[in-house]
């Protein structure tokens, strides 16, 4: 399987994904690809439709170090059932290369999800990991960084918006550096 990254304005990134309904041996199988693809190009947070598959279905590793897979997780059909707090903070995305947007979110989320077994879970997750799953789950909700970023900031980046709108521009997978914020 060769998962390729999607990147800004491709349209399955606008599409509101469908939920995960069989945990079959396609989806066993796609996770692994799913994390590959992830370490690959640097990221901590993939959601499916970044690689072109309009599914209900994230994965993370918030240290983004594929040594330590204890922090690897999947969150099948994950929805926010719970918020508060907000804080501003920096995202980048690996479907919007070179682009970092300051980003309000929610300080604080609580998450029901399917795992891997078809368990519900519940988890309230804080800070970093918090804006993983509202970074994410906007993915699989067709919402990009760049509905969320102000004026000012489109405008700074104007220049690289337009050259992924370009059609004979497309951009390869390009690593966000890692001074930079890490890529979700
Ligand atoms: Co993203």
């Known amino acids: 399987m060769t998962l390729d990254l999607r990147y800004y304005p491709d349209e399955v990134l606008r599409a509101v994904a469908e939920p995960v309904t069989a945990i079959d041996d396609d989806l066993r199988a796609l ?33 983004g170090d594929p040594e330590q897979k204890q922090f690897e997780e999947v969150y099948l059909n994950p929805r926010i059932v719970d918020q508060e707090g907000a804080v501003r903070g920096e995202e980048g995305c690996l479907s919007l290369p070179g682009i ?26 804080e800070e970093w990991k918090a ?25 700074f980046y104007k220049k690289e918006i337009e050259e992924l709108e370009d059609p004979d521009a497309a951009p390869e997978d390009r690593p966000v550096s890692e001074h930079s914020s890490a890529a979700l």
């Open 131 to 155: 804006r993983i799953f509202q970074h994410e789950i906007d993915h699989i909700d067709g919402i990009l960084i760049l509905d969320k970023m102000s004026p000012a900031e489109l405008a």
């Open 100 to 125: 970092v947007g300051r980003i309000l979110r929610s300080q604080k989320v609580t998450v029901t999800y399917l795992d891997l077994e078809g368990n519900e879970q519940t988890v309230t997750a």
């Open 31 to 63: 996770v692994p690809e799913l994390f590959a693809k992830m370490y690959a190009t640097r990221g901590v947070g993939l959601a499916a439709p970044q690689v072109g598959i309009s599914r209900r279905i994230i994965v993370s590793n918030q240290t």
